[in-house]
């Protein structure tokens, strides 16, 4: 239904309320809220008292290495995700663990018309899977308001392979979502 969204920050932390829409929301509400939210309630239920208990477990979640390579894109927060992977650096000493984020560089530019096949309304695609002989697939899916595009490497993947992994990547990552 029709609400009024609010969203409070506290130490990188984000709580989003979506209030009734009668409600009048000015500065004294917000400022209520705030308060409310961070003040330490001794019920463990507080931003305040939250923040030690999350950072940690996020912080030990974001330097782990995800199984597929991807950039996600939230329309409704503006949340952006690139995975996180490890590769190796060789130089003549030594060989290094080096973490890279998402996409590799010649594969950025190959995002934008992907995102804009999404986007166009006369389409209404909701998923589309590109590659060409000298790269993997890039499958691209929109869904609610987020999208993301999944990069596997491997030229001889096959089209049902590229649907089995997209389809196998989207139940790991949103089967968790609910909407109400």
Same mark, same amino acid.
């Given at each position: 239904?029709?609400?009024?969204?609010?969203?409070? @920050?506290?130490?990188?932390?984000?709580?989003?309320?979506?209030?009734?829409?009668?409600?009048?929301?000015?500065?004294?509400?917000?400022?209520?809220? %705030?308060?409310?939210?961070?003040?330490?309630?001794?019920?463990?239920?507080?931003?305040?008292?939250?923040?030690?208990?999350?950072?940690?477990?996020?912080?030990?979640?974001?330097?782990?290495?995800?199984?597929?390579?991807? *950039?996600?894109?939230?329309?409704?927060?503006?949340?952006?995700?690139?995975?996180?992977?490890?590769?190796?650096?060789?130089?003549?000493?030594?060989?290094?663990? *080096? @973490?890279?984020?998402?996409?590799?560089?010649?594969?950025?530019?190959?995002?934008?018309?992907?995102?804009?096949?999404?986007?166009?309304?006369?389409?209404?695609?909701?998923?589309?899977?590109?590659?060409?002989?000298?790269?993997?697939?890039?499958?691209?899916?929109?869904?609610?308001? %987020?999208?993301?595009?999944?990069?596997?490497?491997? @030229?001889? @993947?096959?089209?049902? %392979?590229?649907?089995?992994?997209?389809? %196998?990547?989207?139940?790991?990552?949103?089967?968790?979502? *609910?909407?109400?």
């Amino acid at each position: 239904g029709v609400g009024q969204l609010v969203a409070l @920050t506290y130490k990188s932390i984000m709580l989003v309320l979506i209030l009734d829409e009668d409600v009048q929301v000015d500065a004294r509400l917000l400022e209520s809220l %705030r308060d409310s939210c961070n003040a330490a309630s001794g019920d463990g239920l507080s931003l305040a008292e939250l923040q030690p208990l999350i950072a940690p477990q996020y912080k030990e979640i974001m330097e782990q290495e995800d199984e597929y390579r991807f *950039v996600y894109y939230n329309h409704t927060n503006h949340a952006l995700r690139l995975s996180n992977q490890a590769s190796m650096s060789r130089s003549l000493l030594r060989t290094t663990g *080096v @973490t890279s984020l998402g996409p590799k560089a010649a594969e950025k530019p190959l995002l934008t018309p992907l995102h804009a096949t999404l986007a166009d309304p006369k389409l209404k695609c909701r998923e589309v899977s590109w590659k060409s002989a000298d790269r993997g697939w890039i499958c691209a899916k929109r869904w609610c308001d %987020r999208e993301f595009y999944l990069l596997l490497d491997g @030229t001889s @993947t096959s089209l049902s %392979r590229c649907q089995e992994e997209c389809a %196998r990547f989207a139940s790991i990552h949103f089967s968790n979502i *609910v909407m109400m």
